[in-house]
């Protein structure tokens, strides 16, 4: 069997943080217990089929820069040996997971029929690898955007025989996912927006939108798919509106449309800050609704505007992320999947090692200290103290819609003035810092 990371022999170590080792986890420690779970189970991370064994290095202003030794060869070809690099990939990162578009696993074919027949073949391979390696499948997707007949559109497309297509697509994807018990199933309306509103009927397209989702949730029961329905929220690129804008939009579009039963969120952190808030903004929008389903692990660059789809690395965001995902309790079916790709300079194989370390190990210091921070309270103290008022009678009979205005005032006209008390947010910040640099 060809053997496609030759430079890595073995399965990269976790060797502690005094480690010298560029090939080793400083931080992530598999089967290492905290708050209650190992951080295998924490953290589900899985491979992006897309970024790591497809991109190319390709960008605006030139084309493939890098060549990687399985994409050499017929599509099948191609499709087989890619395959095969990437279960080797996520084993030799001592990983379980990995997620795909229908597109980056097999080459599209001339006709529906024939693109659903060469998926159905590379599925029943994946399905033998999955078997033989224990890795398993995060989640699948149809790539509704790639292809120039989604240029307006997939569910959006005013006209409905792309729509035809983009449903077609889905049902092939959700059967290629199902076949290979994908754990999720993820929806990111590339291109469901507008460039401009002079030719755009908003409301239309949102219904139809609505409209697909419902028919794959139909589609979803009927052939008895068990995976959790994710959407995933990003305001513009490549349209300039995209409908799935962010976490509390697409809340809100899910309840006027009936759909929110059926769906949670897949958070991705620089979708996050191409909306003007941060990740942990979007994660606690998400978690606040009990819809966080799962995370695209990646990051911005704060002096870009675009999604630039790097590793993350930044300690301070991950444990303000990991604080979230633990007061949720966790993602569930969901995972971290790394939406993320070596810039365009790191061209070699090894640095696709190197970047999903460092991802991986940002991670787990992230959850140490967002650990540490919990179990000794030392910002919920404070915040339960801020809040305290709510818990007197009054408070709940508020909460509990028992109350009334004229209530209220003969309240406030005995208590007096409120008392200034201040928000602590420096004093907080410190001690923030204090945990991120004490573990
Ligand atoms: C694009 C993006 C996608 C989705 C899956 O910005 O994040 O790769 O994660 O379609
Ligand atoms: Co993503």
Known sequence: MAIYFPEVKKTVPYEGPDSKNPLAYKWYDAEKVVAGKTMKEHFRFAIAYWHTYKAAGVDMFGPAAWERRWNAGSPLKVASQALAANFEFVQKLGLEYYCFHDRDIAPEGKSVAESEKILQGVVKEAAKYQKDTGVKLLWGTANLFGNPRYTHGAGTNPDLQVFAYAAAQIKAALDATAALKGENYVFWGGREGYETLLNTRLKQEQEQLARLLQLAVDYKKKIGFTGQFLIE??????????????????????????????????????????????????????????????????????????????????????????????????????????????????????????????????????????????????????????????????????????????????????????????????YLENIFNDYLLAR
């Not at 899910?254 to 994660?283: Q, R, S, V």
């Not at 929008?285 to 690395?313: E, M, R």
Request: proline share 3%; glycine share 10%; net charge negative.
């Open 233 to 426: 929220p990003k305001p513009k690129e490549p349209t300039k509106h995209q409908y799935d804008f962010d976490a509390a939009t697409v809340i809100g579009f899910l309840k006027t449309y009936g759909l929110d039963k059926d769906f949670k969120l897949n958070i991705e952190a620089n979708h996050a800050t191409l909306a003007g808030h941060t990740f942990e903004h979007e994660l606690t929008v998400a978690a606040a609704d009990k819809k966080l389903g799962s995370i695209d692990a990646n990051a911005g660059d704060t002096l870009l505007g675009w999604d630039t789809d790097q590793f993350p690395v930044d300690i301070y965001t991950t444990a303000k992320a990991m604080l979230v995902v633990l007061d949720a309790g966790g993602l569930g079916s969901g995972g971290f999947n790394f939406d993320a790709k070596c810039r365009r300079g790191s061209g070699e194989t090894l640095d696709l090692f190197y970047a999903h370390i460092g991802g991986i190990d940002a991670f787990a210091k992230g959850l140490l200290i967002a650990d540490a921070l919990r179990s000794d309270k030392a910002l919920s103290a404070f915040v339960d103290e801020r809040y305290a008022s709510w818990k007197t009678d009054l408070g709940k009979k508020v909460l509990a819609k028992k109350s009334s205005l004229e209530e209220l005032t003969d309240y406030a006209k005995k208590s007096g003035e409120p008392k200034r008390v201040s928000g602590r947010q420096e």
